[in-house]
């Protein structure tokens, strides 16, 4: 006969949400992911190094203020890329 242990229950604090959070509410917007001009593939490395040149602008009908390019690695095909985005960063 075995006797079984009682399963561990979890302490009280580390259920639910903390006393006094509220629900977040949560945006949705799209984002298109950068995809490699050589394989048409958007599976990338985690972006390493970044240049950044404050320029302010329109693109494709919104304001930036930076440019900003990030390296990264096509992981399907290896070719490495520049990301480029137009950011737009509270002043
Ligand atoms: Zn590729």
Sequence with gaps: MSAKKPAPRP???AA?????????????VESAPTRCRQCGSTSRSAYFG??????MGEHEGRPYNRIVWRRCRCEACGQ???DKSFELEPE
Excluded at 16 to 28: I, K, L, S
Aim: hydrophobic share 20%; glycine share 8%; no cysteine.
């Design 16 to 28: 639910g949400r903390p006393a006094g959070a509220t629900n977040r509410e949560y945006d949705e």
């Design 50 to 55: 970044r240049n950044t040149v404050v320029q």
């Design 80 to 82: 490495h890329r520049f």
């Design 11 to 13: 302490k009280p604090s």
